[in-house]
């Protein structure tokens, strides 16, 4: 019996030995996330760790209590130590997830190829905030497609001349925003520690200037879009419906994103890295419709009506070689829009880039591959 007892104490030590030696390294682990953090995060943090020490030092005070070798003091002690250890690994747990997902999450952009024999299309989805290795590798791709004969489509949405009103409708309306589209853009890179896209596509102006033939924004206008609004409206019971009862929602939004851009701005380069992993990680899960939800009602304008001018655009244009850059979320319905014009029209290959890395990692090149 006596040996059966010393066997189940050896145990009890052994995996007691493992259990802190696990929870010192989740601890060390979430120390080097909350170390950067604000004094005051990392006083919550504390704090909770002290409370989960407490809550877990309780019961062991009421059955040990009367017993001679128990030491509250030395108890409490260790149980806030192992407290104050967990609370440092679970702070630190979302920007270790959020990482794995720029990595490893289904955020990547298409990068096809299609053919029906004649005519060769390249379409590189696009995404508006990036990193900066993606968006250099793009530009590259694209200045050698131009050397091989390639005509360039672009994403755009065109302003009408002498009608500002048509773009704030556009924002206001269909973005549900008050604030310039690309200044927006360019904050939530900034604060992000990523790049807008447009930064980096000035060197294909000099091409642009010599050659205009070969550089088309293949979009539709604001007034296009509301015209096709307006039409959906009159004619789609569903599509009125949702834009009514849309129409009843207030959403602060924009002035939270302001005041979290602006509070980003203050923090230490530390700081804004850890804000870079997450930020990436919020927008990739958005991205791939992991949270959040897709506004399907503005879909019908934003995506599918443009959809169908691109795949217009593909099929009537002579050049005999495309190049598109567009936004990611296009590529399924312009591609389904492009074969109902074209049939012949087929994937020749497929394959996946990732817009983002995470702060300071470098980025591979894309490279594309071309049907000759």
Partial sequence: MAKAVSAFRRLGIQLG??????????????????????????????????????????????????????????????????????????????????????????????LATLSNGKKAVIFQGMQHVGSEDFYKSVVFDLEKALTEGYTLFYEGVQPVPGRPDLTQWFTETLLGSKKDLSAGYTQLADSCGLTFQLTYFEPLLADKAIHPGRHVTADVTYGE?????????????????????????????????????????????????????????????????????????????????????????VAESQAEKIYITYGAAHFPG??????????????????????????DEPQAPTGYPVTR
């Fill in 17 to 110: 030995a493992i259990f802190w030696f696990a929870l010192l390294l989740f601890g060390l682990l979430g120390l080097g996330v909350v170390h950067v953090l604000p004094g005051w995060m990392i006083a919550l943090i504390v704090t909770a760790g002290l409370l989960i020490g407490f809550v877990t030092y309780v019961p062991r005070w009421v059955v040990r209590r009367n017993s001679p070798a128990f030491s509250p003091k030395w108890t409490f002690l260790v149980h806030a130590f192992g407290g104050v250890l967990a609370a440092m690994g679970v702070a630190a747990l979302p920007f270790f997830y959020m990482a794995f997902w720029v990595t490893s999450g289904p955020t990547a952009l298409p």
């Fill in 225 to 313: 879009m509301k015209a096709e609004y307006d039409r959906l409206l009159r004619e789609d019971p569903a599509f009125a419906q949702a834009i009514a009862a849309r129409a009843t929602k207030k959403s602060d939004d924009d002035d939270a994103t302001i005041s979290m851009l602006s509070a980003v701005s203050k923090a230490t380069q530390d700081q804004k890295r850890l804000v870079g992993i997450l930020c990436r990680g919020f927008m990739g899960m958005s991205i791939a419709g992991a949270i959040g939800e897709k506004d399907a009602t503005m879909e019908k304008v934003i995506l599918d009506f443009r959809n169908r001018a691109l795949a217009r655009f």
């Fill in 334 to 359: 312009f591609l389904k829009d492009l074969q109902a014009l074209d049939p012949a029209m087929k994937v020749q290959s497929l394959r996946w880039v990732r817009p983002m890395s995470l702060p």
